[in-house]
Nanobody, 123 residues
Framework: VQLQASGGGLVQAGGYLKLSCEASGCSFSRYCMAWFRQAPGKERDVVAA????????YYTDSVKGRFTVSRDNANYTVYLQMNSLKPEDTAVYFC?????????????????WGQGTHVTVSS
């Protein structure tokens, strides 16, 4: 399984970005997908996760109401729409895949990882 994340960049506070993660080498619709982020000197934490069929969705509290995770199984892609960005959202964002029918939200449950895309929010 290969994951290719894109869409990061530099944006002012209050702005928006849309991250994409394209998968290959797998039956994408069998995988739960998640976005994690890691700020300098901090742990890699889950931001959002979406079940294989899109019916199960999780958001960490700090992004609820601002971020939206979605997936397009036909195009092997998962998205993270990030609105009302804050400086504290600055981090490297990683997409991850887990072959799981439940919806894992811990790092250890995810087997495959993308390379990360940088998001910088200026104040």
């Amino acid at each position: 399984v290969q994951l290719q994340a894109s869409g990061g960049g530099l944006v002012q506070a209050g702005g928006y970005l849309k991250l994409s993660c394209e998968a290959s080498g797998c039956s994408f619709s069998r995988y739960c997908m998640a976005w994690f982020r890691q700020a300098p000197g901090k742990e890699r934490d889950v931001v959002a996760a979406i079940s294989w069929n899109g019916l199960g969705i999780y958001y960490t509290d700090s992004v609820k109401g601002r971020f939206t995770v979605s997936r397009d199984n036909a195009n092997y892609t998962v998205y993270l729409q990030m609105n009302s960005l804050k400086p504290e959202d600055t981090a490297v964002y990683f997409c991850a895949a887990a072959n799981d029918y439940l919806l894992p939200i811990t790092r250890a449950r995810y087997t495959y990882w993308g390379q990360g895309t940088h998001v910088t929010v200026s104040s």
